[in-house]
């Protein structure tokens, strides 16, 4: 068993070997199922010159917004990067790189890394500013972009539950790019709300299975919500 | 009159199908989900990872894990599923969807559509544009016609970076309904009291005029 168990129980073990210049994966859409205590502990950690991606870049002082305030990124890989004052300031003064990618293509370049395939083709983004500088070729008379995929330094993952082995379920639309980003990280780090019994989640509905995680802490999450919208 | 944002909602709800899996973009084409006529069963795509889209939760349901590519909170009606982003863009991408409905800020006849970027204004990236136009073969563009300087929208050639090429064939503006077919956009439908002097006007690209082409009834 010990040799399958996956839990931390500090933050500083669960980042512990991220170094200045390193490139990290982030799972979350927006605020939503983000790895909220994993990136405080970045921003205790003081790591700088990091590439993050992520689909977002979460908002001023909240989720990755608070990497920015102490310039901890070099550069962003996201597809949507608004809601985020101090994201445009950093950005227009030279002092943040940025690589918007298409949302679908951000997701399957998280897939083919963590899957082993270094590109793809795809549509997405044939004729646009995308394509510039890349492969493009015909199959079956329609033109495809080639895509290259994306591995990380670390995958940061906010799960649901998870067991010591690292199988995780993840809860409702808090998914998104978590499963991707989990397979991806040279190491993975997860974080979670529960911790359950090994045997208690069902094998066939696990999102992640432990094999692609390295770590898994406990946390208390405050799941603040961006644009919150009732029918009263 | 121009069609208001309700009217252009219920035009586009007219093109839905019994069993349609459907992504609506937002502002108008969120409408859609409004007037969906009675009987029918539609599914909504939001392509954060949810199929299966319900109307927004009370304020005792309201869930921070369960939101729309919107980023709003939102509830999942009896069927639903949710999944990853890559399952999520492989729905797009791969063509399942039936029908998709953004809007734009330019469109031209060969079928480019111009949404997502302004030069030398903020970018804030492009999101899921990209791929939802780029794998959906059934794409409903809804706009304005024309700026409020004026300027058309519906263009010879798109003058702003496209977000894809040769993918659009429905255009909705507040004043008609257009289709592009052999580089034109042909004129289909008009909005009550628009007149297709109006239209051409305010159509820079090239535009064919049918013998009759019909008002919309509302």
Redesign the interface.
């Known amino acids: 068993m010990a040799g399958f168990d996956k839990v931390v129980t500090t933050y500083e073990d669960a980042m512990s070997g991220l170094q200045d210049g390193m490139t990290v994966l982030a799972g979350g859409?927006?605020?939503?199922?983000i790895p909220e205590n994993l990136i405080a502990e970045i921003k205790r950690l003081q790591t700088k010159n990091l590439t993050i991606v992520s689909?977002n870049c979460g908002v001023d002082g909240f989720g990755l917004g608070i990497l920015l305030e102490d310039k901890q990124v070099s550069k962003m890989v996201?597809?949507?990067?608004?809601e985020n004052a101090l994201f445009?300031k950093q950005l227009l003064n030279g002092e943040l790189d940025v690589e918007?990618t298409?949302?679908?293509?951000?997701?399957?370049k998280?897939?083919a890394g963590g899957a082993g395939i270094p590109a793809f083709y795809?549509?997405?983004?044939?004729?646009?500013?995308?394509a510039e500088g890349k492969d493009t070729r015909f199959f079956n008379g329609r033109e495809y972009l080639l895509e290259e995929s994306i591995t990380g330094d670390f995958a940061i993952v906010k799960g649901?539950k998870a067991d010591r082995y690292g199988n995780v379920i993840y809860?409702?639309?808090?998914?998104?790019?978590?499963?991707?980003a989990a397979t991806a990280g040279k190491i993975t780090v997860v974080e979670v709300e529960e911790l359950v019994e090994v045997g208690e989640l069902d094998p066939a509905h696990i999102?992640t299975p432990g094999i692609y995680v390295d770590r898994v802490i406990v946390g208390t999450f405050e799941?603040?919500?961006?644009?919150?919208?009732?029918?009263? | 009159m121009a069609l208001s944002r309700d009217q252009m909602a219920i035009r586009v709800a007219r093109e839905l199908q019994d069993g349609y899996y459907v992504n609506l973009g937002i502002g108008i084409p969120t409408l859609v989900a409004n007037f969906i006529p009675d009987g029918m069963d539609v599914m909504l795509q939001s392509e954060n990872g949810l199929l299966g889209m319900g109307m927004f939760p009370s304020e005792a349901n309201v869930d921070a894990d369960m939101i729309n590519a919107g980023k709003q909170t939102v509830t999942a009606v009896s069927g639903s599923s949710i999944f990853s982003s890559a399952e999520s863009f492989a729905m797009i991408r791969g063509g399942h969807v039936d029908l998709t409905v953004l809007g734009a800020f330019e469109v031209d006849v060969s079928g480019n559509i111009a949404s997502w970027m302004i030069p030398n204004k903020l970018i804030k990236g492009m999101g899921g544009a990209m791929d939802l136009v780029a794998g959906a073969d059934n794409i409903i563009v809804t706009m304005t016609h024309a700026s409020k300087g004026g300027d058309s929208k519906l263009l010879e050639v798109c003058s702003l970076p496209l977000t894809g090429k040769g993918c659009i064939k429905k255009v909705l503006t507040d004043l008609a309904w257009l289709e592009i077919e052999n580089g034109a956009f042909v004129l289909k439908e008009r909005a009550p009291g628009v007149s297709i002097e109006e239209i051409q006007a305010k159509t820079q690209g090239r535009l064919i005029v049918p013998d009759h082409v019909p008002e919309m009834v509302f």
């Open positions: 859409f927006g605020l939503c199922g689909n996201s597809s949507y990067v608004g445009e918007l298409p949302q679908g293509t951000l997701a399957e998280m897939r795809t549509a997405t983004g044939v004729g646009t500013p995308v649901w809860r409702h639309t808090a998914q998104n790019f978590n499963p991707l999102h799941k603040r919500i961006e644009n919150r919208t009732t029918s009263e």
